[in-house]
């Protein structure tokens, strides 16, 4: 339901496959799509889609056309995405500290106190963003699950009372 959810929420396509090289997932600005390394664990694979998702919200040029807005470099992109999907899967109770932690502070090097705080706001927001897009996809999933199987209680009644004997049935 996870997988579905962000699939949905995603401003952009996205799909499974064998990348090459060492890279778990990217979003591919001139395509217009996200890929996500076929095979990782459940709890990677999740972080990585909301990692991806989150550069895809912020991070493209033709969606974030604010030319007053100063160009951020590499490294900023990386800790926001990242820092994003440790918000997201830690509020839905997956636990990605192992990964994120390292992975935040090997993009964060060498930066003062002042640019990680001017990323603050934006990871707040785009995170609170994406929780909230999820739970409402997580909940309308429920939702349909739930009257899929009240068709179904439906349905058993109908045969159930029905004048069939229990061979024809079979």
């Not at 997932?25 to 996200?34: C, L």
């Not at 994003?84 to 090997?106: E, K, L, N, W």
Request: hydrophobic share 35%; with cysteine.
């Amino acid at each position: 339901d996870f997988i579905k959810a962000i699939t949905y929420v995603a401003p952009v396509p996205v799909s499974f496959e064998d990348i090459p090289g060492d890279s778990k997932g990217f979003f591919s600005p001139a395509e217009k799509r996200i890929a996500v390394q076929e095979g990782m664990s459940e709890s990677q694979t999740l972080k990585t889609m909301v990692h991806e998702t989150a550069h895809s919200m912020l991070h493209d040029k033709d969606v974030n056309k604010d030319i007053l807005a100063p160009a951020k470099d590499r490294n900023t992109k990386e800790v926001e995405a990242e820092s994003i999907a440790y918000t997201v899967c830690q509020h839905f109770g997956i636990d990605t500290s192992d990964y994120s932690f390292g992975y935040i502070a090997g993009w964060s090097t060498g930066r003062d106190m002042r640019e990680l705080k001017s990323s603050l706001d934006t990871i707040r927001r785009t995170a609170s963003e994406l929780i909230t897009g999820i739970e409402g996809q997580l909940r309308e999933l429920q939702r349909d699950r739930e009257l899929m199987q009240e068709q179904e209680k439906e349905s058993l009644l109908l045969i159930q009372n029905s004048d069939l004997s229990e061979y024809s049935l079979v």
